[in-house]
């Protein structure tokens, strides 16, 4: 296959830094350098997994109707348009997922649904830490998010947190996570409180580095037992989404 040839400008230093990369068999060139470096790192960058946490009695919210499809086909579209190609769906065994299975039979990516009766959406996750070896996407089955998925994906890898959290202003906070930031870092988190002193609340959807398994020892939800621990120790990074947002729960 031919490649298009472009000219590009270089910091010196760079150059030389890639020059020292070929040693004339793995590397045979400055141009296969420069190509092998440029994948990887986009590579490390993108997410490509994503796992929605739903209870198997809330699974019929799943086959609700957004905007004339139902919502899980509405997730997979999303998804899909912003480069995940593997979805887990973890759930229990419930009457409606016979259902589900038919409304993901022609997804166009790869989908799968893991039964899993963990304590807790935590523990749930955890069943499939074998599977995760990259950055992934977790997002409430029965929540309708419609943004720029990938600015959300470029700042998780620039600021480096364990995790990256959604965010959204609503006037009113009752049902909903409430945050409280320091620039871009979520200091305090409370799940549901009976009051609250932000406007600030939880969009639904993470991304969190695989190395966040460590901290499930002793956790069984997500937004009661490590939300909080993490924004302590400022591992929490805040992301806004501006974009579309609904609950069908």
Request: net charge neutral; no cysteine.
């Amino acid at each position: 296959m031919t490649k298009p040839k472009i000219a590009i400008s270089m910091d010196k230093n760079l150059l030389s830094l890639i020059d020292s990369k070929v040693d004339g068999s793995i590397i045979r060139s400055r141009s296969q350098a420069m190509e092998f470096f440029l994948r990887k790192g986009l590579q490390e960058q993108s997410v490509n997994t994503a796992i929605l946490l739903i209870k198997g009695e809330h699974q019929e919210n799943m086959l609700k109707k957004i905007k004339g499809k139902t919502l899980i086909k509405k997730q997979l579209e999303f998804f899909s348009t912003h480069n995940v190609n593997n979805v887990f769906i973890i759930t229990q065994h419930n009457k409606d997922i016979n259902l589900l299975l038919e409304e993901i039979s022609d997804a166009q990516i790869n989908v799968e649904i893991i039964e899993s009766d963990a304590k807790g959406n935590a523990q749930a996750l955890r069943s499939i830490k074998n599977r995760i070896n990259n950055n992934f996407i977790v997002m409430s089955g029965d929540t309708y998010n419609n943004f720029d998925l990938l600015k959300m994906i470029k700042k998780h890898s620039e600021i480096e947190t364990l995790v990256t959290m959604g965010l959204m202003t609503r006037e009113k906070t009752a049902g909903y996570g409430n945050a409280i930031l320091d620039g871009d870092f979520i200091v305090d988190f409370q799940e549901k409180p009976k009051q609250s002193s932000t406007h600030i609340v939880n969009a639904g959807i993470y991304i969190f580095k695989p190395e966040i398994f460590e901290m499930f020892e002793d956790i069984n939800s997500l937004e009661r037992d490590l939300f909080p621990k993490l924004a302590r120790m400022k591992q929490i990074a805040g992301f806004f989404t501006y974009g579309e947002y609904e609950h069908l729960g």
